[in-house]
Structure formats: C-alpha cells, structure tokens
C-alpha cells in the first residue's frame, strides 16, 4: 500500500522514484505511463511502464533499493 511504500522510502529501503527516474533516463527513454512498486520475493521492485518516442511500449521491473534493471 502506499502508506508502507512511503515508510520504505524514508527508510531508505527504497530510492524515490523521481531519483530512480533520473538514473534510468539515459538509457530508457519515454514518457512514464505507469509505475509501481511491490515486494517480489524478499525486495522491492518498481515496475515501470514507459511509451517510447517511436512508439513502442517498454516494461521494466527495476530493483528499488538499487536501480538495477532486473528486467
């Protein structure tokens, strides 16, 4: 829930999203059609939804406390 997402991100569980965002931005880009974030298997991953410029629909699931594409 959002609550608990926001308890992980001041404790430094998890990276904000605005910061994750920046760092993938030089290798993924597009417009963030939707984001989110969810315990799978032990750590939080973002998943991320992007619309890139030519079109095509990119889903990448994002390990929150690192930044590391996972997939």
């Known amino acids: 829930d959002h609550e608990r997402?926001?308890?992980?991100?001041?404790?430094?569980?998890?990276?904000?999203?605005?910061?994750?965002?920046r760092q993938l931005g030089p290798a993924y880009r597009g417009q963030v059609l939707e984001v989110e974030l969810e315990v799978e298997h032990g750590r939080?991953?973002?998943?991320?939804?992007?619309l890139q410029p030519?079109?095509?629909l990119l889903k990448l699931?994002?390990?929150?406390?690192?930044?590391?594409?996972?997939?």
């Open 61 to 71: 699931e994002v390990d929150a406390r690192t930044g590391a594409v996972l997939k």
């Open 44 to 50: 939080w991953v973002y998943e991320i939804r992007l």
């Open 54 to 56: 030519d079109g095509r």
């Open 5 to 21: 997402a926001r308890r992980a991100v001041q404790a430094g569980e998890v990276l904000p999203l605005q910061t994750l965002l």
